[in-house]
């Protein structure tokens, strides 16, 4: 069983669209987080949730909105895409003070294309 | 803030010889975790070791081996025996508390037959 998956693994949209990442995991974690993977590779926090509360929100665009129904699961809606979203959006999930076990696990990415 | 410094974009090396790859770091905080990453073309983001910083005994996983300084704060990742599926980006990371994992900009490592 994939303990971090999203879905999509791949998409490609046009400018001005609106488009969604769902992201699960089943690793009983609670907390969860999107980061953005550049062309540069430089991969950078976007938001982070605890147990279904927002506690980082790393100066994104509003046009970002992160939901989280559960604290399984994080999505990633994005209105209005613009050319510079393109991407890859890593989904990840950690359990705070989980000592030895303290780790992130990420989901394979999405890549995501403007056009 | 906490912030992480990779100085080296790009290294090789040769297949069975040893690569060290640098990391520094910056945070007023004693007691955290620091990570490296591997992102193999695939681009899965593997963990490839962990060291908690109230620990002074370094971590080793197999070829994998950090030199941690942590007055220095510095996480050096040493890879003995390099192998070709070793070719990756690797990437340094600060975790602490429950805030955010905080990545370096990554090394990207060839390994040559």
């Known amino acids: 069983d994939t303990a971090v998956s999203q879905t999509p693994k791949y998409l490609v949209t046009q400018m001005g669209n609106d488009k969604s990442i769902k992201c699960e995991q089943n690793l009983g974690h609670d907390t969860m987080y999107w980061y953005k993977q550049d062309s540069k590779k430089f991969l950078k926090i976007m938001f982070s949730y605890n147990n279904k509360e927002l506690i980082i929100n790393e100066t994104v665009p509003n046009r970002f909105s992160p939901k989280s129904p559960d604290k399984a699961h994080l999505n990633l809606h994005i209105n209005s895409l613009e050319l510079g979203d393109s991407a890859v959006y890593f989904c990840?999930?950690?359990?705070?003070?989980?000592?030895?076990?303290?780790?992130?696990?990420f989901g394979q990415g999405t890549r995501l294309t403007v056009v | 803030a906490q912030t992480v410094t990779q100085s080296q974009p790009e290294m090789s090396v040769q297949e069975a010889e040893t690569v060290t790859l640098s990391c520094t770091y910056d945070t007023s905080e004693s007691n955290y975790y620091l990570f490296w990453y591997k992102q193999p073309p695939s681009r899965q983001m593997i963990l490839v070791i962990r060291q908690e910083a109230y620990k002074q005994q370094n971590a080793t996983e197999n070829r994998f081996s950090v030199n941690f300084q942590k007055a220095a704060k510095s996480f050096s990742l040493k890879i003995s025996d390099s192998q070709l599926g070793d070719t990756a980006m690797y990437f340094c990371?600060?975790?602490?508390?429950?805030?955010?994992?905080?990545f370096g900009t990554g090394t990207r490592l060839q390994v040559f037959p």
């Open positions: 990840a999930s950690s359990q705070p003070g989980g000592g030895l076990n303290t780790e992130a696990f």
């Open positions: 990371a600060f975790y602490y508390n429950t805030d955010k994992l905080i």
